[in-house]
């Protein structure tokens, strides 16, 4: 599991002071058990959710979590959000390269974009 250490936001005085990081990523694959969730990644910043699910199914979603916490509504293609897919694909990628995730870089490759 990749993480960065919270040290820093527990030992400062003021943690708001503290650079954090804006998003971030997971990789689900464990399919089909426990949970029959077709494996994806994605990327989750405070408002917003992009995920690409593979392995059976070739599909991106795309949520405001502001709007829609239960998560009913995909956004993805939708007029108005190309620029914000742009960025979060973006940030999925730079993710994925941070963490050293080459099977989730491959998949990328060949998504349908």
Known sequence: MQGVSVMPLLKAPQA???PW???AYY???EFPQPHHVYPHF???TDRYKLAYFYGG???WELFDLQKDPDEMANIYGQKGT???TQELKASLKKLM???KDEEA???LASARM
């Open 27 to 29: 990789h689900y694959y």
């Open 97 to 99: 390269e941070t963490y």
């Open 105 to 107: 870089l491959k998949i």
């Open 16 to 18: 708001a002071k503290v």
């Open 21 to 23: 990081r804006k998003e």
């Open 42 to 44: 994605g990327v989750r």
């Open 82 to 84: 190309e620029k914000l």
């Open 57 to 59: 199914v070739d599909r």
